[in-house]
């Protein structure tokens, strides 16, 4: 069973960046057949997929949100995290990890972290 839990400050204040951590147990970062991805959900408004780190390192963005997204990892860890820049009002949301399993096709969810944009 893969549990993952998201990590991070709960206010973040316009123009700064928000940084999620994702510690994963129950399977590793490099695992060739999981993703490991960022999602979130805006207030009123359904599930938006940020972006992906494969096994190898590799991230692919949301292409609205890829001049401002960075995702990593920390294999030692066995965690990866997000970094979105330069954020606005228009990031609130509550933001997800998730990792995708494509032998057996399941999802594996954190629980979910709110993260506010106010000065």
């Known amino acids: 069973q893969v549990q993952l839990r998201e990590s991070g400050p709960g206010l973040v204040k316009p123009s700064q960046t928000l940084s999620l951590t994702c510690p994963v147990s129950g399977a590793s970062v490099t695992t060739n057949y999981y993703t490991w991805n960022w999602i979130r959900q805006p207030p009123g408004k359904g599930l938006e997929w940020m972006g992906v780190?494969?096994?190898?390192?590799?991230?692919y963005f949301s292409p609205s949100l890829a001049s401002r997204t960075s995702i990593s990892r920390d294999t030692s860890k066995n965690q990866f995290s997000l970094h979105l820049s330069s954020v606005t009002p228009e990031d609130t949301a509550v933001y997800y990890c998730n990792a995708k399993n494509w032998i057996r096709a399941l999802d594996y969810w954190g629980q979910g972290t709110q993260v506010t944009v106010s000065s």
């Open positions: 780190i494969v096994y190898d390192g590799n991230t």
